[in-house]
C-alpha cells in the first residue's frame, strides 16, 4: 500500500507539473512578461504600435559624506504612448535592480553585465523607475519615465 501511494504521488507531482508549465507557455497580449531567461531579461508585450526608443545607463553606487549615492547615470527617460521601451542597463558598482511598478517591470541588474529591460509604454504619465534594494530609492536611486500622448 505505502508503494501504491509513492507511486500516485509521484504521478500527481508529474501532472501537475506538466499543467504548471502549459500555463505558463500562454502570453496574454495585454501583459508584460518576461521573454527571455539569463543574465540579459527581456520584458516585452506584442501591441506596440510605436517606435522603439532606446535607453542606456549606468546604475552604481558611491559614498558621499560617508554616506552610500546610489544612482542611475540617467535621471529621465521620455517617450510616447505605444513605444516600445528598451533600456540597456550596466552595474559598475553595488547590487542593484530596476523596477517600474506600473508597467510590471521588475528586473535584476547583475554587476558588469548588460541587462536589457523592454516593455510597452502604454500608458499616460510621469512614472518612477527605482531599485527596490534596501535604502536605495530613499537615497536618490531612481529616475522618471515620462510618457506622453
Known amino acids: 500500500m505505502n508503494r501504491k501511494n509513492v507511486m500516485l504521488g509521484v504521478v500527481m507531482v508529474s501532472a501537475l507539473s506538466v499543467l504548471a ?3 505558463c507557455s500562454k502570453h496574454d497580449a495585454n501583459q508584460t512578461t518576461p521573454l527571455s531567461t539569463g543574465m540579459n531579461t527581456t520584458n516585452f508585450t506584442t501591441n506596440a504600435t510605436g517606435t522603439i526608443k532606446e535607453f ?3 546604475s552604481y553606487s558611491n559614498m558621499v559624506n560617508g554616506k552610500p549615492a546610489p ?12 513605444d516600445i521601451v528598451k533600456v540597456k542597463i550596466t552595474v559598475t558598482k553595488g547590487m542593484h535592480n530596476f523596477n517600474i511598478d ?10 558588469n553585465q548588460e541587462t536589457v529591460v523592454e516593455f510597452v509604454a502604454d500608458k499616460v504619465g510621469k512614472f518612477i523607475y527605482y531599485c527596490s534594494m534596501p535604502g536605495h530609492r530613499a537615497n ?10
Do not use: C, D
Request: no cysteine.
Open 21 to 23: 508549465l502549459a500555463g
Open 56 to 58: 542606456a545607463m549606468q
Open 71 to 82: 544612482r542611475y547615470s540617467l535621471q529621465e527617460m521620455t517617450v510616447k504612448k505605444w
Open 102 to 111: 506600473e508597467f510590471n517591470v521588475h528586473f535584476a541588474t547583475p554587476i
Open 140 to 149: 536618490g536611486h531612481w529616475g522618471t519615465l515620462t510618457v506622453t500622448e
